[in-house]
């Protein structure tokens, strides 16, 4: 699924000229003097306000890069995986989407550190990109969840220029599909690219893309379909209590009851024996 500059559904291209966009950035990113970390993994960011700046500058100097957002998953996954530790550690900007993590950073020296919901950096951006006539493009999501989001972003922000948008299949891609892919993003003029293909293979996407691709991809999951009103948003003293994990557990058990399990209690269990060691 696709969308044309004034935000209309269409089908996709079907025969473009495959290209390979590279864009070369240094891999080693070196954590700014104030930079946290949460058991190891990076927060580069603490705060909505300073987390919209950095993709503010990185879209509109074409600088490119990828944005994650953590919550206690994304953080174990990396422990359990070197590899998906690297993604994280490399990435342009890490930011902590989970009152676990803000708790985690407020309790090691950052009080200024809050909750930048998946939901809260979607619309600030999209703001950020209707002010400053930035190109946005989204790629995930079901079909027909993705043509009511872009609806969605269109009525909201009139001006908004939105030409990509695409639900890709969820089985693995062939190599020319996946240049294919690229290729439409990267013709398209998209500026910042909202990714939701769920923890962690949109982390993983956006990293191997990193060098094919301009735009500055944000990995925003479950964002779509919350957005686009498929699925309830938290209410407000829920989200301020840090019970939003205890809300979307009621409403889909079967997919995060093994998740939250595995999770939550060493999660809980490692932060524990850190603050000891450090006493």
Known sequence: MSTNPDSVIQPALSHPTRTHCAVHRGHGRQLSRDSSRVLGVPITYRTLEAATAEID?????GQGGYVCL????????????????SVLDQAEAVVPDGMPLVWSLRATGFPESERVAGID???????LAQEKGLVVGFLGGQPEVLERLV??????????????????????QSENEAEQQIHEINSSGVQ???VGLGCPKQERWMA?????????MLGVGAVFDVLSGAKPHAPALIRRLGLEWLFRLVLEPRRLLVRYARHNPRFVWRRLAERTRRR
């Open 121 to 127: 950096l979607t619309t600030a951006v999209l703001d």
């Open 70 to 85: 953590a919550n206690v998953h994304m953080i174990m996954e990396a422990l359990d995986d070197p590899s998906f530790f």
């Open 192 to 194: 910042l690219l909202f």
């Open 57 to 61: 500058a990185r879209a509109s100097s």
């Open 208 to 216: 191997a893309n990193r060098a094919n691709t301009p735009a500055v």
């Open 151 to 172: 609806s969605l972003v269109g009525s909201r922000w009139p001006t908004l220029r939105v030409p990509y948008a695409h639900s890709p299949p969820f089985r693995a």
